[in-house]
Nanobody
Framework: QVQLVESGGGLVQPGGSLRLSCAAS????????IGWFRQAPGKRREGVSC????????YYLESVKGRFTISRDTAKNTVYLQMSSLKPEDTAVYYC?????????????????WGQGTQVTVSS
């Protein structure tokens, strides 16, 4: 049974940092593209970042470029999203998702496996 578990969310002040983790069981993340998505209240879920199976390509939402970094720890079967210089508009529930397709995508419908989400709140 495939399971993705996000952690690392919380309350942080503007300008602060958080590192989200996506730990997998039942699948090997190295063989999957991994996407990070977020959904704010009343808004559609949007793709924030993605890393391809070979780590040869990554994707970042324009508004997070230079602030967020996606990475993979093969030994821990975990993907991370390092978030820095956080802004109030980054507030959302963040989800990780996995799929076997080899190229990155920010399309929600293309991902087969999803975690339960972790809340990130950026507020003073």
């Amino acid at each position: 049974q495939v399971q993705l578990v996000e952690s690392g969310g919380g309350l942080v002040q503007p300008g602060g940092s958080l590192r989200l983790s996506c730990a997998a069981s039942g699948l090997i993340l190295d063989y999957h593209r991994i996407g990070w998505f977020r959904q704010a209240p009343g808004k559609r879920r949007e793709g924030v970042s993605c890393i391809s199976p070979s780590d040869s390509s990554t994707y970042y939402l324009e508004s997070v470029k230079g602030r967020f970094t996606i990475s993979r720890d093969t030994a821990k079967n975990t993907v991370y999203l390092q978030m820095s210089s956080l802004k109030p508009e980054d507030t959302a529930v963040y989800y990780c998702a996995a799929d076997t397709i080899s190229y990155c995508s920010n399309v929600v419908a293309e991902y087969d496996f999803w975690g339960q989400g972790t809340q990130v709140t950026v507020s003073s």
